[in-house]
């Protein structure tokens, strides 16, 4: 079972740029996407975007597309978020997840990681 860790969250003014990392444990089989999430206080979970582990083809949301990048690091079992531009509406807790497939539902993905928490302020 994978288990995945994210860090890097905290409060950055709107305009900035945070990097956010998710360690996973375990081995990532190719096939696999890791994904970020995110839920603002009173919303429901978001798809932010999609990685597929073997290729590092990408896919994203429409309200982060242009800046918001994952990359991934194969040799260190580690996902990143390079989230660029923020402005208050991207305040949230952010989450990654494994699926075994390209899913954009957060009911298809098996696992997840304990969330860290991104304040953008005004």
């Known amino acids: 079972q994978v288990q995945l860790v994210e860090s890097g969250g905290g409060l950055v003014q709107a305009g900035g740029s945070l990097r956010l990392s998710c360690v996973a444990s375990?081995?990532?089989?190719?096939?696999?996407?890791l994904a970020w999430f995110r839920q603002a206080p009173g919303k429901e979970r978001e798809f932010v975007g999609t990685?597929?582990?073997?290729?590092?083809?990408?896919s994203y949301a429409d309200s982060v597309k242009g800046r918001f990048t994952i990359s991934r690091d194969n040799a260190e079992n580690t996902m990143y978020l390079q989230m660029n531009m923020l402005t208050p509406e991207d305040t949230a807790i952010y989450y990654c997840?494994?699926?075994?497939?390209?899913?954009?539902?957060?009911?298809?993905?098996?696992?997840w990681g304990q969330g860290t928490q991104v304040t953008v302020s005004s």
């Open positions: 997840a494994r699926s075994n497939s390209f899913a954009t539902s957060a009911d298809d993905f098996l696992a």
């Open positions: 375990g081995r990532i089989f190719s096939g696999s996407y």
């Open positions: 990685i597929k582990w073997s290729s590092g083809r990408t």
